[in-house]
């Protein structure tokens, strides 16, 4: 199941300088964010090997997470916040603020194969 972790931040009288260091349960292999959204969902999908970590880096976002056993809804609203997501994990992103900018660190580079679109029978 998909769980968060706080990223370590250190700040000073200059601002904060967040790192992603040896917290990241993979190898990161692809970089990707979700900006501008309106209204909509994203994702709707999971993966058969694709681990990723998510971190809202501007506003504020929330991500369902079905993994077939327990459903959970994770608010992502701090840029030292990571949600970390199994392939198992279906998974949608909703209520986007509007000045929302959500990275996506993914363990494998992009692979049509690799997405599932159909949620679970439960859901």
């Known amino acids: 199941?998909?769980?968060t972790i706080d990223l370590t931040?250190?700040?000073d009288k200059r601002g904060n300088?967040?790192?992603?260091?040896?917290?990241?349960?993979f190898d990161?292999?692809?970089?990707?964010?979700?900006?501008?959204v309106d209204d909509s969902q994203r994702g709707g999908h999971r993966h058969h090997i694709t681990f990723q970590?998510?971190?809202?880096l501007q506003g504020s976002c929330k991500i369902?997470?079905?993994d077939n056993?327990?459903?959970?809804?994770?608010?992502?609203?701090?840029?030292?916040?990571?949600?970390?997501?199994?392939?198992?994990?279906?998974?949608?992103?909703?209520?986007f603020s509007k000045n929302?900018?959500?990275?996506?660190?993914?363990?494998?580079y992009y692979d049509s194969k690799d997405y599932i679109f159909t949620p679970y029978e439960n859901n």
């Open 64 to 66: 369902f997470v079905d």
């Open 69 to 95: 056993s327990t459903k959970e809804t994770f608010t992502l609203a701090a840029p030292n916040m990571c949600l970390i997501l199994e392939p198992k994990d279906w998974h949608t992103m909703f209520e």
């Open 28 to 36: 990161i292999k692809r970089v990707f964010y979700i900006y501008g």
């Open 1 to 3: 199941m998909a769980k």
């Open 100 to 108: 929302a900018i959500l990275m996506v660190l993914a363990s494998e």
């Open 9 to 11: 931040t250190f700040t």
């Open 53 to 56: 970590a998510a971190v809202c």
């Open 17 to 25: 300088l967040t790192v992603i260091e040896k917290v990241i349960p």
